[in-house]
């Protein structure tokens, strides 16, 4: 066969096959989880974040049920090591999933990309197709309305719950005030900007031009050292922390024209929902790492995980703290002391 022969076949075969069109939504999907995989993994959250984007591309094929529960333990009488004070959302094999104060576990009958977060009143998590759905934070569990009209690019609530931030994909960003009913804050974004959190000092928002607090005036610019991105990056008022690398995060003061470091910890850092403490996960070795939390001016040492290899921390409460770990998860009470939680399978805390 000649050269022009092969040419000439190739078109053919080209011209006779239909290229579906991309599916946008679902590529960003990819791409959030695929960032989560790089940035909140970086060393040790990477085991669960990786599994997200394995089944990422056949999540939408899963049978959503009707909510389900079933009671696996009862929780003591008061909030201990191994329970929880308000129910607690999660995603087990990506359906989102809720554990109640009396150690009873809620299929809450949704496919979902994860948590975004939740209020005493409501929990809020991104469906198989990158919209924000909002249901109930009591059983059954009953859809609400979402102030979001269409799939986000990326999305984060305010860890005292009154404001929801999301990129869209026209490039827009903004911010919702959840006790006023109505959006607050908008202003354009880049195609590559990320909103990696919220608070009433403005909306975090991480691009190739750096990370900075934003509102639709300006913003504050927020220090980027080393190879980080922002990305793994959050705000509580006007503090924001920082993950450098898996054995370095930074938290900084907003609350002026620049912004002023506060602290540098040894591990990656979740803040809490009133900046008041911050948990932080210090790798050890290589499949070794402890939780610390620091209260402003000391570390104080989470006890009772045993040989549990840290991979998150997300905060249920200012005193609450929930660690995700191999299969398992756990409670921190106030005084850091940790007990497992009764949930099968394994749970991932989401962003």
């Not at 009154?162 to 026209?170: E, P, S, V």
Request: one cysteine or more; hydrophobic letters at 40%.
């Amino acid at each position: 066969m000649t050269t022009n022969e092969i040419r000439e076949a190739l078109v053919a075969i080209e011209r006779s096959v239909d290229v579906p069109p991309v599916d946008r939504v679902a590529f960003q999907a990819r791409v959030r989880a695929a960032r989560r995989r790089r940035t909140t993994g970086r060393a040790l959250v990477a085991v669960g974040a990786a599994a997200a984007v394995v089944t990422a591309g056949v999540v939408g094929n899963a049978v959503v049920d009707e909510p389900q529960s079933a009671p696996l333990a009862e929780a003591p009488g008061e909030v201990t090591a191994g329970s929880v004070p308000d129910t607690v959302f999660f995603t087990v094999d990506h359906r989102l999933t809720a554990l109640d104060p009396r150690g009873v576990v809620h299929d809450l009958g949704q496919v979902s990309e994860g948590v975004i977060g939740w209020t005493t009143d409501h929990v809020y998590a991104l469906d198989d197709e990158s919209h924000v759905t909002v249901r109930r934070a009591d059983p059954p569990f009953a859809a609400a309305a979402s102030p979001v009209p269409g799939p986000v690019q990326s999305v984060a609530l305010s860890g005292d719950g009154r404001y929801l931030a999301w990129h869209d994909l026209d490039k827009q960003v903004h911010r919702y005030d959840l006790d006023a009913g109505r959006e607050d804050v908008t202003f354009a974004a880049t195609a590559d900007s990320y909103v990696a959190g919220v608070s009433e000092g403005g909306v975090l928002v991480a691009s190739r031009s750096g990370l900075s607090l934003r509102v639709a005036a300006g913003g504050v610019a927020v220090p980027l050292e080393g190879d980080s991105d922002g990305w793994a990056s959050d705000v509580a008022g006007r503090l924001v922390t920082v993950d450098e690398s898996p054995e370095q995060s930074r938290l900084y003061d907003l609350s002026s024209v620049s912004a002023r470091l506060l602290e540098t910890f040894a591990g990656s850092a979740a803040l809490g929902p009133r900046a008041e403490r911050v948990a932080v996960i210090v790798p050890e070795s290589r499949d070794r790492a402890r939780v610390e939390v620091w209260d402003g001016g000391t570390l104080m040492p989470a006890t009772g995980l045993g040989d549990v290899v840290p991979t998150a921390v997300r905060w249920a409460d200012e005193t609450t703290l929930l660690v995700q770990g191999g299969r398992g998860l756990y409670s921190c009470d106030i005084d850091l002391r940790c007990g497992k939680l009764p949930v099968d399978g394994e749970p991932d805390l989401g962003e």
